[in-house]
């Protein structure tokens, strides 16, 4: 058992929704208690869909369980079929009906419906949310998919693909494949299917005439990629384009694939990114020290623009994706730094807090984590809330995605001339340390590191290693650590600092100000000094600027 407060994804059962919920023609009959239908809200509520979520919930109460769930079950399928007269279906169960083991499949075949059945093995207890979007997309691909079709030659014709990869409550989905097709159409390539957002079964069986497919999410879409690359030879590719490097690869391998010319598209500039980030206002984000962390798709891709792309330091980077640590392993150690992977919000704040970044992309969790510490932050990631369903055009890929990123990345940080004035002149009314960037307006002063008054004879505060939990959210009692990477501790008691080294670390910009007390207090704690004086602090600048 875990307790816990915050969990990066649902239970699997609510990936098969997203599929469900972003296709026509298909229902899904979820075995499960009353009260799972709180699930409706995440599609009506957090992404505004206008209509319910095609699922039909057994709604067992206690009372049934002394009875005949299984027949409840299957007055639900039929009770559905005969209301939704869907073109297909798929069924399964919640965590909890999981226990009662009334075997949905089974139980639905006896039923004899003249639509494909689709039976789900979603384990509650081990896979999550993606993991079963990309479970129940796989499962509807191979059964609906049909038999491999010998498709024309290419010579006189468009070459055809699929995009496959968009669901519901998909962050940016919706504006990613407005951004991808308008790609794929100046190159030439038509598009045969985009499953499962706005596909239905019908759709899933024409999926074999396309001559390639194109993964948008590799953690819903790569297996039924694969699948299909086995069964109806179709290659596919999985770059995801998100940043401008990115998004020109994308294009280079889709024209290869299609046999077309990839110039057209990136001749002149098609992102402004490029150009923003090398003019000279952009200077002062050279190293900015940034934490990333988020589903395997965007924590990569991410990363990938703010380091190569931006110019910025990554000093963290981690998923909650297990599936694809090995992925984001890698991408980390090129930048020698190890990666989190784990789906434990306190190893992400434990990670944040040793990594001291000026910046954490991330997802809503880190929102709440970054806030608490005084951090800018922007989200980049699910899971989101309402506000990242937004009501204007917001990709984040191909070259106007990479636009709406470069405005994301830099918006939450103080602009340069601020940031210089700051240096300057601490102790101004209005641009004083603990002033948020006036751009955000009268947001939350910084953490108590940065907004400390630089007054020398003010009674000095406790050294700030170990924020305490807020007061509404108190830590949840950890039963069982599963870290993938146990992260480093902050010490219990780093040295006391003296008041002119405290006055003297106050002169430090603040958003440099977190590392060079971490480092100060390492180089005290490696040499077991009692205190840290002026001199400890220098000879710490000293050791580490080496
Ligand atoms: S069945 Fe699963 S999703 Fe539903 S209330 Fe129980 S734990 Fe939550």
Not at 130 to 148: D, H, I, K, Q
Not at 434 to 449: F, I, K, M, V
């Amino acid at each position: 058992m875990q307790l816990t407060v915050w969990t990066y994804e649902g239970p699997p059962h609510i990936g098969a929704m997203r599929i469900a919920t972003a296709m026509e023609g298909l229902h899904y009959v979820l075995h499960a208690p009353q009260g799972d239908t709180y699930a409706d809200l995440l599609f009506t509520m957090i992404e505004r869909r206008a209509k319910r979520p095609p699922v039909t919930y057994t709604t067992f109460q206690a009372r049934d369980l002394g009875g005949d769930t299984a027949a409840i079950f299957k007055d639900a399928v039929a009770a559905a079929y005969a209301r939704f007269q869907p073109q297909a279906m798929i069924v399964g169960a919640s965590c909890t009906a999981e226990l009662i083991q009334d075997d949905p499949g089974g139980l639905a075949k006896a039923l004899n419906l003249p639509i494909p059945v689709i039976p789900l093995e979603l384990p509650a207890y081990q896979k999550k949310e993606n993991w079963g979007a990309s479970e129940t997309f796989y499962r509807l691909v191979r059964t609906l998919a049909g038999a491999p079709v010998t498709r024309a030659p290419r010579d006189g014709r468009r070459p055809v693909c699929n995009v496959l990869g968009p669901t519901a409550l998909g962050f940016r989905h919706r504006d990613d494949l407005i951004e991808v097709t308008k790609l794929l159409e100046t190159l030439g390539v038509a598009v045969n299917v985009v499953a499962p957002l706005g596909a239905s079964p019908a759709d899933l069986g024409r999926l074999g005439e396309a001559d390639f497919n194109i993964v948008l999410y590799p953690e819903i879409a790569r297996a039924a990629a694969q699948y299909l690359e086995k069964a109806h030879g179709q290659p596919f590719i999985d770059i995801v384009p998100i940043g401008v490097g990115a998004t020109t690869r994308f294009v280079e391998a889709v024209a290869a694939l299609a046999g077309l010319d990839p110039a057209p598209i990136l001749a002149g500039a098609p992102s402004r990114l490029p150009w923003y980030s090398r003019s000279v206002d952009s200077t002062y984000l050279t190293d900015k020290r940034v934490f990333v962390f988020g589903d395997a798709t965007h924590a990569l891709g991410i990363a990938r623009v703010a380091a190569r792309e931006l110019g910025f330091k990554l000093v963290g980077l981690g998923t909650y994706s297990r599936e694809f640590a090995r992925e984001v392993r890698a991408e980390a150690a090129l930048h020698g730094i190890e990666a989190t992977i784990s789906d434990d919000y306190l190893d992400v704040e434990a990670a944040i807090q040793a990594a001291q970044p000026e910046l954490v992309l991330g997802t809503q969790m880190e929102r709440h984590v970054a806030k608490r510490l005084g951090i800018p932050c922007a989200v980049i990631s699910a899971p989101v809330h309402v506000q990242d369903f937004p009501a204007r055009h917001s990709p984040q890929m191909g070259f106007e995605g990479a636009n709406v990123l470069f405005d994301t990345l830099v918006h939450p940080l103080m602009m340069g001339l601020e940031e210089h004035l700051l240096g300057m002149f601490r102790e101004d009314s209005e641009f004083h340390n603990g002033a948020a960037p006036s751009h955000l307006g009268h947001g939350p002063a910084r953490s108590a590191e940065a907004s400390a008054p630089a007054q020398a004879t003010a009674p000095l505060p406790e050294p700030l290693t170990e924020p305490a939990p807020p007061a509404t959210a108190p830590a949840p009692i950890r039963v069982e650590a599963e870290a993938i990477h146990a992260m480093p501790q902050p010490a219990a008691h780093p040295a006391p600092w003296a008041p002119d080294a405290e006055k003297e670390l106050r002169k430090i910009p603040f958003f440099v100000r977190g590392k060079a007390r971490a480092n100060t207090e390492r180089f005290a704690r490696e040499r077991q000094l009692p205190l840290i004086t002026l001199e400890t602090l220098y000879d710490a600048k000293a050791h580490f600027g080496r």
